[in-house]
């Protein structure tokens, strides 16, 4: 049995109290995760270890002891393999692949790769994760048509049967290094049954060390692999722009500068340094390729300045460049002497406006 976990350094909850993120709830095939005021928990006993919440979550902060998926791809790509079926007993289910690794194998694959959905007939959790496969598998193939890419996935009913070799373990090779590593594996697989046969809640606990991870603002490993893969696809001549709706990863923003505060809490909150900014707060970046759509910085956007673009522009992927949202005319408080942005009028920050308004309103003064 898969052990579950959740690093809540990633979880955009454990920054964010206002998080409205709620995929790896909607998306668990037995309603174990579940959310509560800015706090996940789940019970281990109850996971079936389809690797489903890691998939959707933006961030990629859930992980399975026994499956990951960056290695699952770079292992599919060497062998050349071209179905991706649960039928694989190193493999939990499709549900566990994301769009973002759906599409890298796409791209690299030098074969059509078929998403074989045959188990999917006698398999319990196919009411939930079925309809999430052929979702992803659509989004997919609408973004390879865009990008002008001649491969697409195939999903179709194979029941295909993976073949291993059986592989003796003799007294050589159980004494050698890789019969110890061997018999660690499967110590720590035991110990990982004892774990996930724990009926106990597992909640939503921050650690100082927690914190600490939080600052480092890392984009999730699939990320990564599908920059790789662009590399490799071909530079089509005409860049499309898609709908917002249709792809779900990734997103352009934009940021309606009369009414920004320059809080600075958009880029502060950001998981992976999507928003960024400048040692005096001037002006407000943005990396398209390291958006995650997690919608955190909208979250706690107070004055709704910052809006997802409708539409995604693919040259993005090809001709990446980060964009300045705006900028600031940065001035010396007169009340505090902290630096604000300012917008005319008198040079108060808006702290010691907002002081000044209640002071007054306090004394009775207009």
């Not at 579950?4 to 206002?18: A, G, I, M, P």
């Not at 694959?109 to 959905?117: C, G």
């Not at 480092?216 to 917002?244: C, G, W, Y």
Request: charged share 25%; aromatic share 6%; net charge negative.
């Amino acid at each position: 049995m898969s052990l579950l976990t959740l690093d809540v350094s990633k979880c955009v909850h454990t920054s964010n109290k206002f998080a409205i993120c709620n995929s790896c709830v909607e998306a668990c095939p037995v309603e174990t995760i579940k959310l509560e005021n800015s706090a996940i928990s789940f019970t281990p006993s109850e996971c079936v270890g389809c690797g489903g919440c890691d998939a959707v979550c933006p961030t990629a902060a859930y992980t399975l002891d026994d499956f990951k998926p960056i290695n699952y791809v770079f292992k599919f790509l060497e062998d050349e393999e071209s179905v991706l079926t649960c039928n694989d007993e190193n493999f939990p289910c499709i549900a566990s692949l994301s769009v973002e690794e759906l599409l890298s194998i796409a791209l690299i694959s030098s074969e059509e790769v078929t998403l074989d959905i045959g188990p999917c007939s006698n398999c319990e959790i196919a009411k939930t994760n079925l309809s999430i496969i052929k979702n992803r598998a659509e989004e997919v193939n609408f973004l390879l048509e865009a990008m002008v890419q001649k491969k697409s996935l195939h999903v179709e009913k194979l029941n295909y049967e993976v073949t291993k070799e059986i592989d003796a373990l003799s007294r050589r090779k159980l004494l050698s290094k890789e019969g110890v590593k061997t018999a660690i594996s499967i110590k720590q697989q035991l110990q990982n049954e004892v774990n996930a046969s724990d009926k106990n809640v597992k909640t939503h606990k921050v650690t100082a060390q927690d914190i600490m991870k939080i600052k480092e603002k890392n984009i999730p490993q699939r990320r990564s692999l599908l920059l790789m893969a662009m590399k490799r696809a071909k530079v089509p001549e005409v860049f499309h722009t898609i709908d917002i709706e249709d792809i779900s990863f990734i997103s352009q923003k934009d940021l309606d500068e009369t009414t920004c505060t320059n809080c600075q809490m958009c880029y502060r909150i950001c998981p992976t340094g999507a928003l960024s900014s400048d040692h005096r707060g001037s002006k407000i970046n943005f990396n398209p390729l390291s958006c995650v759509q997690c919608h955190s910085c909208h979250d706690v956007c107070e004055p709704n300045s910052l809006t997802l673009r409708n539409t995604f522009s693919l040259a993005s992927f090809f001709e990446p460049k980060i964009e300045t949202l705006v900028h600031f005319d940065i001035k010396r408080c007169d009340e505090c002497g902290n630096f604000f942005a300012y917008k005319g009028g008198e040079k108060l920050c808006n702290r010691c406006r907002i002081e000044e308004e209640e002071a007054k309103e306090l004394w009775g003064i207009k």
